[in-house]
């Protein structure tokens, strides 16, 4: 059964829309695998000068990033991610879509000496259209997931 949580509104605000599916989705995570837990609760803030972000390809890392914070694991240092969070009839689900510039992506976390890039499948392409191959990075393993579920089995340390 898809993981999903309530429509939320839409709105140009990608941060703050990204922050607050990021949060509901790390939080319908953790109750369908260990449970309700109304103890803790994660303050979202977000300053008035990132109102003007404009795309949603940091919302599946934000939403790993939260789930780790609730069950206290780390995720993995050498691993970087990049893709925008589905949403299907204005409710949000865990499924994963293509966003723009991985190939500077894949790119800039190479040179910076991260190992493992997670993308959506549709990127395939443009990585592929780019050369971006093992041989000529060879340290940098480019992963490609097609919803947050799989993430969490690669991301963990």
């Known amino acids: 059964m898809p993981t999903t949580i309530s429509p ?9 829309f990204c922050a607050h599916f990021a949060y509901g989705l790390a ?19 977000i300053p008035p000068e990132d109102d003007e972000v404009d795309g949603p390809s940091g919302a599946a890392a ?9 069950i206290q694991r780390c995720v993995r240092m050498d691993t970087i991610m990049s893709a925008s969070l589905v949403i299907e009839n204005g409710v949000p689900t865990c499924a994963l879509e293509s966003v723009g ?3 500077e992506k894949v790119l800039a976390a190479a040179d ?14 443009d ?5 971006l191959t ?3 990075h060879p340290r940098m ?17």
């Open 8 to 16: 939320l509104p839409l709105t140009k605000n990608w941060a703050k």
């Open 27 to 45: 939080r319908q995570i953790h109750t369908e695998r260990f449970g309700p837990n109304d103890a803790h609760r994660i303050e979202l803030r």
């Open 62 to 70: 934000t939403a790993v990033a939260m789930y780790s914070l609730a």
């Open 101 to 103: 510039g991985v190939v």
């Open 112 to 125: 910076l000496g991260l190992r493992r890039m997670i993308l959506a499948p549709e990127n395939a392409e």
């Open 127 to 131: 990585t592929d259209e780019a050369g």
């Open 134 to 136: 093992a041989e000529e």
């Open 141 to 157: 393993e480019i992963i490609y997931r097609a919803n947050v579920l799989e993430i969490l089995d690669d991301i963990f340390e």
